[in-house]
T-cell receptor
Framework: GAGVSQTPSNKVTEKGKYVELRCDPISGHTALYWYRQSLGQGPEFLIYFQGTGAADDSGLPNDRFFAVRPEGSVSTLKIQRTERGDSAVYLC???????????FGSGTRLTVV | KQEVTQIPAALSVPEGENLVLNCSFTDSAIYNLQWFRQDPGKGLTSLLLIQSSQREQTSGRLNASLDKSSGRSTLYIAASQPGDSATYLCAYAGGTSYGKLTFGQGTILTVHP
């Protein structure tokens, strides 16, 4: 596609529920990234994929967070037993090789009530 | 801990002024540094990417410089316009994990007519 697409754009869920956030990167981009942004803050790194494998998952805050990219294109960020502190905008980005510029999606605003 | 500091946190200027946004970082072994623009409720738009071997990059009215030895980057905006109003974020990729960007908190720029 022309840009990075993230769905849904907004998600409201109850505390304790499971959620999945989807990211469609630019076609042909091998690198895919997930970031989390809280209000008034810069994005914080979560995980980085090169192809199908997670090259760096050091930013995942705990084992409730998991991400996959099974075919090296679409990625899903999965959050189990959501907590109110998980509320944030989740941003996805892709780049052609991983050492060039990023293209970000518009993000998914997650609200845990 | 790797950190990025952006000064000022907010800036309000009249249309037509030239302005400088500052970014400092603690990691001397950076791979590249990027400047992004973020409009309210939107994702990030990449403005300029400076590789570690470069000193500056220019795009239109924007010029970004990089001084690795002092851990600083500046974004210069010439002849500012109301449409430049947004949050500007700098981020660097570290030398051993170039897929992971560390962001500053951003500078909120308002250009009034």
């Amino acid at each position: 596609g022309a840009g990075v697409s993230q769905t849904p754009s907004n998600k409201v869920t109850e505390k304790g529920k499971y959620v999945e956030l989807r990211c469609d990167p630019i076609s042909g981009h091998t690198a895919l990234y997930w970031y989390r942004q809280s209000l008034g803050q810069g994005p914080e790194f979560l995980i980085y994929f090169q192809g199908t494998g997670a090259a760096d998952d050091s930013g995942l805050p705990n084992d409730r967070f998991f991400a996959v990219r099974p075919e090296g294109s679409v990625s899903t960020l999965k959050i189990q037993r959501t907590e109110r502190g998980d509320s944030a905008v989740y941003l996805c980005a892709s780049s052609l090789t991983g050492s060039d510029g990023y293209t970000f999606g518009s993000g998914t605003r997650l609200t845990v009530v | 801990k790797q950190e990025v500091t952006q000064i000022p946190a907010a800036l309000s200027v009249p249309e037509g002024e030239n302005l400088v946004l500052n970014c400092s970082f603690t990691d001397s072994a950076i791979y590249n540094l990027q400047w992004f623009r973020q409009d309210p409720g939107k994702g990030l738009t990449s403005l300029l990417l400076i590789q570690s071997s470069q000193r500056e990059q220019t795009s239109g009215r924007l010029n970004a410089s990089l001084d690795k030895s002092s851990g600083r980057s500046t974004l210069y905006i010439a002849a500012s316009q109301p449409g430049d109003s947004a949050t500007y974020l700098c981020a660097y990729a570290g030398g051993t994990s170039y897929g992971k960007l560390t962001f500053g908190q951003g500078t909120i720029l308002t250009v009034h007519p």
